[in-house]
């Protein structure tokens, strides 16, 4: 199986080291830049609770130098998903299925979310036959080109067909993970996955964009601890009003990520001057609220200052 994963941040990247670890895929990547350069001379290098380990892959800039995939991974940000139709093109074949391992409620998930795919490339030119939904769970960063730090004791990616159907190219995805020590999960339900996922995002990036600090170091503040928690339950109305409630306990789920010293994936993008994932986070789940008829008051007064605040930096 051959497996190119489109963008190769501290999330990309991992996910790559782990197929290729796993020995079941060739993999390549898509980069560019240090990451590019980094990746070519030294390979990967994951350095995480479980292992510490390196793995060479092939590293292109030009996606056509690599030639139609089993399978395409798409992991970047949010924003830049409008030029990645026309450029992932040389990777398709007719049946190559393409995953997107995105933050916060992806460009398939409906109607009426144009900003979410506003010039409707994505939607045009890969559509919904060859998406697949992925939720990835890893707090990591990119700490020199080709290096990447995971803090989270543990790590997964959760992937779904749109349709809730569980199929050979979602399963052999996980299992390709699951062989170089990550967690992969083919999932019926990846609405409700990526709405559990959410609920951390939610929770974390509007604060934590605020305090400019690492989660450990935000809500050891007893009054932003519950703050977190008045928005988690805000949340889960949110998710539950659109018929994907959150299974088990998300209290205990989200005192599980506070304590550690890790910084959400959009303040490190505000941080290093790159676009931010405010519509995909906020600003669509906000808007579903509202067309749901659920009030979010203390969400939406922390994303306005949030925004605000990026605005100013």
């Given at each position: 199986m051959k497996v190119a994963v489109f963008g190769t941040g501290a999330i990309g990247s991992h996910v790559a080291g782990r197929i290729a670890k796993g020995g079941r895929a060739e993999v390549s990547v898509i980069a560019r830049g240090p990451?590019?350069?980094?990746?070519?001379?030294?390979?990967?290098?994951?350095?995480?609770?479980?292992?510490?380990?390196?793995v060479k892959v092939r590293a292109e800039q030009d996606p056509a130098r690599l030639g139609p995939q089993d399978a395409v991974v798409i992991t970047v940000k949010a924003p830049a998903l409008t030029g990645v139709a026309d450029a992932i093109a040389p990777l398709l074949g007719p049946?190559?299925?393409?995953?997107?391992?995105?933050?916060?409620?992806?460009?398939?998930?409906?109607?009426?979310?144009d900003v979410l795919d506003p010039t409707g490339s994505v939607r045009e030119k890969i559509g919904l036959a060859r998406t697949i939904g992925g939720v990835v769970w890893s707090a990591c960063t990119v700490t020199s080109p080709g290096t990447v730090k995971v803090a989270s004791a543990t790590s997964k990616v959760v992937f779904g067909e749109l349709d809730g159907s569980i199929t050979p190219r979602a399963t052999a995805l996980a299992e390709a993970l699951q062989a170089g020590g990550m967690g992969g999960v083919a999932s019926p339900d990846i609405r409700t996955e990526i709405w559990t996922k959410l609920l951390n995002n939610l929770v974390n990036g509007p604060i934590c964009l605020l305090s400019r600090r690492h989660m450990k170091g935000t809500f050891d503040e007893p009054i932003l601890m519950e703050a977190a928690l008045t928005v988690m339950r805000e949340a889960l109305?949110?998710?539950?009003?659109?018929?994907?409630?959150?299974?088990?306990?998300?209290?205990?789920?989200?005192?599980?990520?506070?304590?550690?010293a890790h910084k959400p994936s959009i303040l490190q993008d505000l941080e290093q001057g790159r676009g931010l994932e405010f519509d995909a986070l906020?600003?669509?789940?906000?808007?579903?609220?509202?067309q749901a008829g659920v009030r979010a008051p203390t969400l939406e007064l922390l994303v306005a200052l949030a925004r605000k605040g990026a605005h100013a930096a």
């Amino acid at each position: 199986m051959k497996v190119a994963v489109f963008g190769t941040g501290a999330i990309g990247s991992h996910v790559a080291g782990r197929i290729a670890k796993g020995g079941r895929a060739e993999v390549s990547v898509i980069a560019r830049g240090p990451q590019l350069e980094g990746i070519r001379a030294n390979g990967i290098t994951v350095d995480a609770p479980d292992a510490t380990f390196n793995v060479k892959v092939r590293a292109e800039q030009d996606p056509a130098r690599l030639g139609p995939q089993d399978a395409v991974v798409i992991t970047v940000k949010a924003p830049a998903l409008t030029g990645v139709a026309d450029a992932i093109a040389p990777l398709l074949g007719p049946e190559t299925p393409v995953v997107f391992v995105i933050n916060g409620i992806p460009w398939w998930w409906g109607d009426g979310l144009d900003v979410l795919d506003p010039t409707g490339s994505v939607r045009e030119k890969i559509g919904l036959a060859r998406t697949i939904g992925g939720v990835v769970w890893s707090a990591c960063t990119v700490t020199s080109p080709g290096t990447v730090k995971v803090a989270s004791a543990t790590s997964k990616v959760v992937f779904g067909e749109l349709d809730g159907s569980i199929t050979p190219r979602a399963t052999a995805l996980a299992e390709a993970l699951q062989a170089g020590g990550m967690g992969g999960v083919a999932s019926p339900d990846i609405r409700t996955e990526i709405w559990t996922k959410l609920l951390n995002n939610l929770v974390n990036g509007p604060i934590c964009l605020l305090s400019r600090r690492h989660m450990k170091g935000t809500f050891d503040e007893p009054i932003l601890m519950e703050a977190a928690l008045t928005v988690m339950r805000e949340a889960l109305e949110i998710a539950k009003a659109l018929g994907h409630p959150i299974p088990g306990d998300a209290e205990k789920q989200i005192l599980r990520s506070v304590v550690i010293a890790h910084k959400p994936s959009i303040l490190q993008d505000l941080e290093q001057g790159r676009g931010l994932e405010f519509d995909a986070l906020f600003t669509v789940p906000l808007q579903l609220a509202r067309q749901a008829g659920v009030r979010a008051p203390t969400l939406e007064l922390l994303v306005a200052l949030a925004r605000k605040g990026a605005h100013a930096a």
